[in-house]
């Protein structure tokens, strides 16, 4: 059995904030956006719904990781006009795993526009493609692979996350986080060669767009073996297609009415990990 993940034993400089109020909230996200790191992780917790069919409760819990900080901001914090702000601020990039699915729960939620949203098991399926069939991988298991260490997830899981937090909670939302951001690191440099649209989105009004204001669909570039070409004629046919799909991704037809334009690339964190 692989040994549990912990924040605190994993980077013990890191510091844990748990905030109710957007005004407290406020003051560290200034912080932040007066030297603002290029890469943070992000992750969200909601009450669950055990009744079959009864519609899924809001956002409780955004979880914000930096290399120094970790932030649990409730959800009173989302009353706060700077995690607005940090919510649509393409200058830094946000990655979490599962997170074009986060985004659009805030949209339902709150309505808030989410720019610059990297999800790490796409970096993981292009620099291991062969390793992970399918089109989704969760956080556990890219943790055990690319960590040796086990995310426990159990009832913590399930538990209300719109009370005030249990340090059991804490802990689960920290690294959940945390995680995500160490994952993230080690994943991007082996991944620098790629493209930052195949894997980094905006969700604007609910739907995935790429910076340029394209809409957004992951591509898969690494599927995994597959079977030789029977002649060489072959291999300039394969690598025909493949440069066909990457430029259909690249090429899809602008939306007009996103409020920014320009497109961007993929940063690598700025500061080490302590």
């Known amino acids: 059995d692989l040994p549990p993940y912990s924040y605190t034993e994993r980077f013990p400089c890191v510091r844990l904030l748990y905030i109710h109020g957007h005004e407290e909230t406020n003051r560290e996200l200034d912080g932040l956006f007066a030297a603002p790191p290029h890469v943070v992780s992000f992750d969200l917790e909601w009450r669950p719904s055990f009744t079959p069919g009864s519609p899924k409760h809001p956002v409780a819990l955004v979880q914000i990781a930096t290399p120094e900080m970790i932030l649990l901001l409730q959800i009173s914090a989302l009353k706060s006009h700077k995690l607005i702000d940090f919510l649509d601020d393409e200058s ?24 610059s949203y990297v999800e790490p ?6 620099v291991d493609g062969t390793r992970w069939p399918g089109a989704f991988i969760g956080l556990a298991r890219l943790v055990s692979a690319y960590e040796s260490r086990s995310l426990s997830k159990g009832k913590t899981q399930f538990s209300n996350w719109e009370a005030n937090l249990t340090a059991i909670q804490q802990h689960y939302a920290a690294n959940d986080a945390h995680s995500g951001l160490v994952l993230y690191t080690g994943l991007f440099e082996r991944a620098r060669d790629i493209e930052s649209s195949y894997h980094t989105f905006n969700v604007i009004n609910g739907d995935a767009f790429c910076p340029d204001g394209s809409p957004w669909q992951h591509m898969n570039l690494n599927p995994g073996p597959a079977a030789a070409p029977a002649s060489a004629e072959g291999v300039v046919e394969a690598a025909a297609q493949t440069e066909t799909q990457r430029r259909r991704h690249r090429l899809r037809t602008p939306m007009i009415l996103l409020p920014r334009t320009g497109s961007r690339t993929l940063l690598s964190p700025a ?4």
């Open 92 to 115: 830094i990039v946000k990655a979490g795993v599962n997170i074009l699915a986060d985004c659009q729960n805030l949209y339902r939620d709150f309505t808030v526009f989410t720019r």
């Open 271 to 274: 500061s080490k990990l302590c």
């Open 121 to 126: 098991s796409y970096l993981a399926r292009y």
